[in-house]
T-cell receptor, first 110, second 117 residues
């Protein structure tokens, strides 16, 4: 099953620009997490935001969570070519497993 | 820390044969591991939750007799794709977290690319 829906599905920007990805989910959550996946590789955890938090920062990453709208956003500031990857949100629906959204493919050109 | 190792990273097999994929937690114990499948340009789909010392819990639509999961120790879970067919070709990824809290991230292996010819 898939919990989250990300938009946009694909995003192309220039280096130095900001990239914003959105995620919506359907059920109540304990936390929401964002992961990054380089092509053909496993996932790398970026940031976790708990249901009682509204905003969280980590380096060039900023995540917001609106539980009333069941949505989250990931902002990558001053993007770099190395940020090119797929980004997924995931929620802890029904237990300890994570359910992933469809993902946003980010392409940053130099 | 919190490294998950998956082996092999890629495998090609003939239709009808079985393939075993290993997932190891290298520096922590994992009573629970998770197996996901990912088709090209798609998201990760949870296949099953592997529980050390007990039966795995499979998601709806996942055949437990086809995807055999064994979690024999606190650091090793295996997924065996039995009687593989071309439609089983996919990217299989395992994950685990060092600790019971849901408020901690999952750590992922690098995945196994399975191609069934």
């Amino acid at each position: 099953s898939q919990q989250g829906e990300e938009d946009p599905q694909a995003l192309s920007i220039q280096e130095g620009e900001n990239a914003t990805m959105n995620c919506s989910y359907k059920t109540s959550i304990n936390n929401l997490q964002w992961y990054r996946q380089n092509s053909g590789r496993g996932l790398v955890h970026l940031i976790l935001i708990r249901s009682n938090e509204r905003e969280k920062h980590s380096g060039r990453l900023r995540v917001t969570l609106d539980t009333s709208k069941k949505s989250s956003s990931l902002l990558i500031t001053a993007s770099r070519a190395a940020d090119t990857a797929s980004y997924f949100c995931a929620t802890d629906e029904a237990g300890t497993a994570l359910i992933f959204g469809k993902g946003t493919t980010l392409s940053v050109s130099s | 820390g919190a490294v998950v190792s998956q082996h092999p990273s890629w495998v090609i097999c003939k239709s009808g044969t079985s393939v075993k994929i290993e997932c190891r937690s290298l520096d922590f114990q994992a009573t629970t591991m998770f197996w996901y499948r990912q088709f090209p340009k798609q998201s990760l789909m949870l296949m099953a939750t592997s529980n050390e010392g007990s039966k795995a819990t499979y998601e709806q639509g996942v055949e437990k007799d086809k995807f055999l999961i064994n979690h024999a120790s606190l650091t090793l879970s295996t997924l065996t794709v039995t009687s593989a067919h071309p439609e089983d070709s996919s990217f299989y990824i395992c994950s685990a977290r060092p600790g019971p809290s849901r408020n901690s991230p999952l750590h992922f292996g690098n995945g196994t690319r399975l191609t069934v010819t």
